[in-house]
């Protein structure tokens, strides 16, 4: 297992930027998948962006899609998450998981998560 440290949340005005950043301690390899996800309803996070480690392909919720952008340095080893004309309905804690499941359904490490805030 990877351990995962996230920064680069803060407080913004709607319209407004944000880049997530999350430290990877560990062979990103032995992940399949790294993704952000947001606190949903009833407590349960919700998975909004994903890429997979060993061919970069993204996958975004359809909320965020066009606003936000997943991307991973491997030289880096750092998972990014640019937001891009953030709203009010973005504020939320902001966490990275990684997968070592091969089809990314089920995240087993997970970092302590970063504020966002967006005001309108």
């Known amino acids: 297992q990877v351990q995962l440290m996230e920064s680069g949340g803060g407080s913004v005005q709607t319209g407004e930027s944000l880049r997530l950043s999350c430290v990877i301690s560990?062979?990103?390899?032995?992940?399949?998948?790294m993704a952000w996800f947001r606190q949903g309803p009833n407590n349960k996070r919700d998975g909004i962006a994903r890429?997979?480690?060993?061919?970069?392909?993204?996958f975004y919720m359809e909320s965020v899609k066009g606003r936000f952008t997943i991307s991973l340095d491997h030289a880096k080893n750092t998972l990014f998450l640019q937001m891009d004309n953030l709203k009010p309905g973005d504020t939320n804690m902001y966490y990275c998981?990684?997968?070592?499941?091969?089809?990314?359904?089920?995240?087993?490490?997970w970092g302590q998560g970063t504020q966002v805030t967006v005001s309108s």
């Open positions: 890429i997979r480690t060993g061919d970069g392909r993204p």
């Open positions: 998981a990684a997968s070592t499941v091969s089809s990314c359904t089920d995240y087993n490490s």
């Open positions: 560990g062979d990103i390899y032995s992940s399949y998948c």
